[in-house]
């Protein structure tokens, strides 16, 4: 018999998108694990996005797709590249100009650094020297060779979102930067734009970039953009308890076959840190993950002594 009852939602797609300035270490691998688990456990998609607008190393995006390969990650084709993108975020700044959200900001990096935060903003926010400069401030600024970004002109100084492991979380938005003063789009209008574009509803990444979302999310909202399911996950730590890098010895993929160890290996160690048994394929995980049962500390982990959780 025919219902006018809604047809339920179907899921969109998560996504991983590394920046190509070199090799992926454990704690990258073990965040696009989780975000291959939380899309592939809820029938979503799972697409690659290349964030190739800033520091690209010959060849790291092709090492990297290798390295989660080989973990076993998979992902739903093509792998899209930000640089290939450009239209897309120029099209996002034409609407929200024509609307008079944005203005020119002349101001360098050390100026802003040096400046008082804005009265009533939030500590650290861009302070606004540029949001009410009259015509012929710009032309004299222009005059001088200054090259201008493009800010947006926020109109909340807070915004808030949730969580599914923070719960609720309410940030600092100030006028973002939307494009840089060298022409390049900026990440906190690429990212927005690119997940609307392909149908991304849930965004798993580290919690270092959670007190960013309220920004992306407020902006959002503006383009009139579907607001993401969030999921910041722990992040890896070293031994002194500082956020891992390549600096901290044989933390990528590569180093770790080169001391003899296997893809499979590795898989098991990032599975153990997440709190289950080691695994030899990422698919073994789908029917047991459960985010409320993530552990919720950053991992410590020493690569001298074997990459056991501490």
């Not at 959200?101 to 935060?117: D, S, V």
């Not at 007190?211 to 902006?219: G, I, V």
């Not at 599975?271 to 394929?281: C, E, I, K």
């Given at each position: 018999?025919?219902?006018?009852?809604?047809?339920?939602?179907?899921?969109?797609?998560?996504?991983?998108?590394?920046?190509?300035?070199?090799?992926?270490?454990?704690?990258?691998?073990?965040?696009?694990?989780?975000?291959?688990?939380?899309?592939?456990?809820?029938?979503?998609?799972?697409?690659?996005?290349?964030?190739?607008?800033?520091?690209?190393?010959?060849?790291?995006?092709?090492?990297?797709?290798?390295?989660?390969?080989?973990?076993?990650?998979?992902?739903?084709?093509?792998?899209a590249?930000?640089?290939?993108?450009?239209?897309?975020?120029?099209?996002?700044?034409?609407?929200?100009?024509?609307?008079?959200?944005?203005?020119?900001?002349?101001?360098?990096?050390?100026?802003i650094?040096?400046?008082?935060?804005?009265?009533?903003?939030?500590?650290?926010?861009?302070?606004?020297?540029?949001?009410?400069?009259?015509?012929?401030?710009?032309a004299?600024?222009?005059?001088?060779?200054?090259?201008?970004?493009?800010r947006?002109?926020?109109?909340?100084?807070?915004?808030?979102?949730?969580?599914?492991?923070?719960?609720?979380?309410?940030?600092?938005?100030?006028?973002?930067?939307?494009?840089?003063?060298?022409?390049?789009?900026?990440?906190?209008?690429?990212?927005?734009?690119?997940?609307?574009?392909?149908?991304?509803?849930?965004?798993?990444?580290g919690?270092?970039l959670?007190?960013?979302?309220?920004?992306?999310?407020?902006?959002?909202?503006l383009?009139?953009?579907?607001?993401?399911?969030?999921?910041?996950?722990?992040?890896?730590?070293?031994?002194?308890?500082?956020?891992?890098?390549?600096?901290?010895?044989?933390?990528?993929?590569?180093?770790?076959?080169?001391?003899?160890?296997?893809?499979?290996?590795?898989?098991?160690?990032?599975?153990?840190?997440?709190?289950?048994?080691?695994?030899?394929?990422?698919?073994?995980?789908?029917?047991?993950?459960?985010?409320?049962?993530?552990?919720?500390?950053?991992?410590?982990?020493?690569?001298?002594?074997?990459?056991?959780?501490?």
């Amino acid at each position: 018999m025919p219902t006018d009852a809604p047809r339920p939602q179907q899921p969109g797609n998560g996504r991983y998108a590394p920046s190509p300035s070199g090799d992926l270490h454990l704690g990258n691998l073990r965040t696009a694990l989780l975000a291959w688990l939380f899309a592939r456990s809820t029938g979503r998609g799972f697409l690659m996005r290349i964030d190739d607008l800033d520091r690209v190393k010959t060849g790291a995006a092709e090492r990297q797709l290798e390295d989660l390969a080989a973990i076993g990650l998979d992902w739903d084709p093509p792998v899209a590249r930000q640089s290939e993108r450009l239209p897309l975020y120029e099209e996002a700044i034409e609407r929200l100009t024509a609307a008079g959200l944005t203005y020119e900001c002349f101001c360098t990096r050390r100026e802003i650094q040096q400046a008082a935060t804005a009265p009533h903003g939030p500590m650290g926010a861009y302070p606004g020297t540029c949001r009410d400069l009259t015509d012929s401030a710009r032309a004299a600024r222009r005059a001088e060779g200054r090259p201008a970004a493009l800010r947006l002109r926020a109109a909340v100084t807070e915004f808030e979102v949730t969580d599914d492991l923070h719960g609720p979380y309410r940030g600092a938005v100030d006028d973002l930067v939307l494009r840089r003063g060298d022409g390049i789009p900026a990440y906190n209008l690429t990212v927005v734009v690119d997940d609307a574009e392909q149908g991304v509803d849930q965004v798993v990444r580290g919690d270092d970039l959670l007190p960013s979302t309220p920004r992306q999310a407020y902006l959002a909202t503006l383009l009139g953009l579907p607001v993401p399911q969030y999921a910041h996950v722990p992040l890896v730590l070293n031994t002194a308890g500082q956020r891992l890098a390549k600096r901290d010895g044989a933390v990528t993929l590569r180093d770790r076959l080169a001391l003899g160890e296997t893809p499979e290996h590795i898989l098991g160690i990032l599975a153990r840190s997440l709190g289950f048994a080691a695994v030899t394929d990422p698919a073994q995980l789908t029917a047991d993950f459960r985010p409320e049962n993530l552990p919720r500390e950053p991992w410590r982990l020493d690569p001298d002594g074997l990459l056991q959780p501490t």
